[in-house]
C-alpha cells in the first residue's frame, strides 16, 4: 500500500517573490514544492547475459545462440503468464592477445546475447537468477525494481507537491502583508526512481533460492506555481 511520506517530503523552495515589471501584470509569487511517496514495488527486472567464445565469429554466434535459448526456456517455463524474456542486445567481437614487443594476435571471437527478464510476481525474483545460472547465463546484471503503473502513486506525490508549493507561497504572501489571488501559472515534473540492487555472482550454488529483499521505490513528483498578490 502507498503512502506518503511527509516527515521527508523534499521541499526545494527556491522560493522568491517576482514582482510584475508591467502596469498589465499584478504583482505575484512564485514557490515550488516537491512531493516524495514511498511504496513496494511489484515487478523487478533482471538483466541475465549469456557470452561464449569460439575460433571463428560463427562458432561463437552459434555457441551463445545455444545458450541463451536455454535460458529463455528455463525462465519461460519458470514464470509462465507472471513475467516475460525478451532479448535487448546481441554482440560480437574479435579478442586479441598482444605479445610485447609484436603485433596484436587474434585469439578468437566473444559474443555475448543480453536478456531482460520481467518478473511481476516478486516472490520469484531469486528463483529467476537461479534457474538463469542453472540454465548457463554467464552473468547477472543486477536487478530494477519498479511499478507496472507508476501514475496512481505518482499523482499522489503530485498533490504533495502542489500542497507544499501553496503553503510556502501563502507564507511568502503573510511576510509581506499581502494575501494570495488566482493562481496564474502551474508546472510539473516527475520521475520514478527504482531501486538497484546487486545480484549474487552465478557459479555459487546454494540449497536454498537467492534471497532477495524488494525494499521500496519512490517517486517523486515537482510543482512550481505562480500566485497573484492581493492587498
Known amino acids: 500500500m502507498a503512502r506518503i511520506i511527509s516527515t521527508v517530503v523534499l521541499v526545494s523552495f527556491s522560493c522568491g517573490m517576482v514582482w510584475a515589471q508591467t502596469a498589465q501584470r499584478r504583482p505575484f ?3 515550488s514544492g516537491e512531493g516524495v511517496v514511498s511504496t513496494r514495488p511489484d515487478q523487478v527486472k533482471v538483466i541475465v547475459n549469456c557470452t561464449a567464445q569460439g575460433s571463428t565469429a560463427q562458432e561463437a554466434t552459434e555457441a551463445v545462440a545455444s545458450q541463451a ?5 528455463a525462465l519461460t517455463q519458470l514464470l509462465g503468464s507472471r513475467g516475460d ?18 603485433p596484436p594476435q587474434l585469439t578468437g571471437y566473444q559474443a555475448t546475447n543480453t536478456l531482460e527478464v520481467t518478473v511481476e510476481d516478486l516472490t520469484l525474483a531469486g528463483r529467476t537468477i537461479d534457474r538463469a545460472v542453472q ?10 525494481f519498479g511499478l507496472k503503473d507508476p501514475n496512481p502513486v505518482r499523482n499522489q506525490a503530485l498533490r504533495a507537491a502542489t500542497q507544499q508549493a501553496r503553503q510556502s507561497a501563502e507564507a511568502i504572501a503573510l511576510g509581506l502583508g499581502a494575501r494570495l489571488g488566482s493562481v496564474i501559472m502551474a508546472s510539473e515534473s516527475g520521475v520514478v526512481l527504482p531501486v538497484i540492487t546487486e545480484a549474487r555472482a552465478p557459479g555459487v550454488t546454494a540449497s536454498a533460492p537467492t534471497p532477495i529483499e524488494p525494499g521500496t521505490v519512490q517517486v517523486r513528483a515537482s510543482v512550481t506555481i505562480e500566485v497573484e498578490l492581493a492587498q
Not at 69 to 73: D, E, F, L, M, Q
Not at 85 to 98: A, D, E, F, H, K
Not at 135 to 144: D, E, F, K, V, Y
Open 69 to 73: 535459448a536455454s535460458v529463455i526456456s
Open 29 to 31: 509569487v512564485r514557490a
Open 85 to 102: 524474456v525478451r532479448t535487448v542486445g546481441v554482440s560480437v567481437s574479435p579478442q586479441y592477445r598482444y605479445p610485447q614487443g609484436q
Open 135 to 144: 540454465a548457463g547465463a554467464s552473468s547477472i546484471g543486477g536487478l530494477q
